[in-house]
């Protein structure tokens, strides 16, 4: 029987509301992705996507990384976690390069140096770049090349969407991985990731508008023609709807975060007085109707939905969507879609994670691990695309070393 070979990988989200860990084997020969290690623990060291109390947000970290080894059996030392908040940026650039083998056939060095013209940006000593991540190529002026290796031309140019990031948020966030005894092996903005297991690949061809919708941020990211064209953060997300339910009912805001999870819907039009519940700790018994939930709920999902449009807007009129995919716990509200197409005037689906997911995964493949569970995918192809082999499948109570993985992020960024 042949060897099974395979990658281990260890992935964090680490979001306003919770930090999500999982450890994988990735590989095989069905490029399956098993996960073998899951856990999550509340983060109360985080606002709006960027550390505001470094202990916290450490400890958290640590708790859902003790979780997941404690699973796998497998000590975590390294591992790719997302990145979100306002001050991750994307902009598109060009560059050009004229062909420099003599036979004029475009090879890897050729696409190298025009993606570093592509990269040569003057970026403040205030922000970080993260990714450059080619769009189309243009081959002596035919444009919508995906692929220019062995074409034969003079010129090849590169359309790319760049990824930055404020360099102090980033390092915050890093020191709160250390805390935790873990290297970082790459930063992933949480919209990318998302998408990794949600779009299929007809939504990344025509044009799909991917948007995260986490506790206190929505992280959107737009595809065209299978590439990233576009990419946005807005600051608010589904706590602000908590903090509303917490001020309308006048109950604390566990007990609305309990309401909304349990009863909430985007869409009075669904709902009924006559539906009553009981206010979750509250001894006297206090009820409320759902209608009275739903009309608290509908107008803040309202404008998230119409913050959304107007990202799609901003995207330029170049910017085709075939629909919209919404993910994330915000995501989970009864009434989303419907509510999302009557705004956006477009599709909308809530997706969760799909593809060769295998292991412990359970209620871990909701819409809630889109982006914990999309690492697997962002750091396959990455180690597929610089060709880094596959390692045999190891023991009991190994170790997530750095070796291939912390070579993403300068194959990558």
């Known amino acids: 029987m042949a ?69 796998s059996g497998y000590h975590i030392e390294h591992a790719t976690i997302t ?43 205030s922000r970080m770049l993260l990714h450059v991540l080619p769009s189309s190529y243009i081959v002596d002026g035919q444009e919508g090349i995906q692929q220019p290796r062995g074409m034969i031309a003079y010129r ?53 508008v991917l948007v995260d919708i986490g506790a206190e941020t929505c ?50 039009r669904t709902a009924s007085d006559a539906e009553q519940y009981n206010v979750p700790d509250e001894p006297a018994g206090r009820r409320i109707g759902r209608l009275e939930l739903a009309r608290i709920i509908e107008p803040r999902m309202s404008e998230i939905f119409e913050l959304i449009a107007g990202v799609v807007a901003n995207a330029g009129p170049e910017v085709t969507s075939a629909g919209i995919v919404v993910t994330g716990g915000g995501s989970q509200l009864e009434g989303v879609e419907a509510l999302g197409r009557e ?18 995964l359970d209620e871990f493949r909701g819409p809630g691990q889109a982006a914990v569970l999309g690492l697997f995918s962002w750091v396959a192809r990455g180690l597929d695309e610089a060709g880094i082999a596959e390692e045999p499948a190891a023991g009991f109570g190994g170790r997530i070393l750095g070796g291939a993985r912390s070579l993403l992020g300068r194959i990558r960024g």
Do not use: W
């Open 343 to 360: 705004i956006l005037k477009s599709p909308v689906r809530v997706a969760s994670p799909t593809g060769p997911l295998l292991g412990i």
């Open 219 to 268: 992280d959107i990211a737009i595809f065209h023609q299978n590439a990233v064209v576009y990419t946005a953060v807005l600051p608010i997300g589904g706590a602000f709807i908590t903090r509303d339910v917490a001020i309308g009912l006048k109950t604390s805001l566990l007990a609305a975060e309990e309401l909304k999870l349990s009863y909430g819907t985007c869409d009075p």
């Open 3 to 71: 060897e099974e070979r395979y990658t281990t990988i260890a992935a964090i989200d680490i979001g306003t509301s919770k930090v999500s860990c999982a450890i994988a084997h990735i590989g095989g020969e069905n490029g399956s992705i098993s996960v073998i290690g899951k856990g999550t623990y509340p983060n109360q060291g985080m606002r709006k996507g960027v550390v505001t109390d470094i202990e916290k947000t450490g400890a958290a970290i640590r708790a859902a990384v003790d979780a997941a080894e404690r699973l």
């Open 83 to 125: 990145i979100s908040g306002s001050h991750v940026l994307g902009q598109n650039t060009s560059g050009q390069v004229a062909v420099a083998n003599p036979d004029r056939e475009i090879r890897d060095d050729d696409v190298d140096r025009v993606l570093e013209v592509c990269r040569a940006i003057e970026v403040p000593n």
């Open 156 to 208: 090849l140019e590169a359309r790319s969407h760049l990824i930055t990031a404020g360099s102090t948020a980033v390092q915050n966030l890093e020191k709160c991985v250390q805390a935790a005894g873990i290297a970082v092996d790459d930063y992933v903005p949480a919209s990318l990731a998302a998408a990794e297991l949600t779009l299929t690949e007809t939504e990344r061809d025509l044009g799909t």
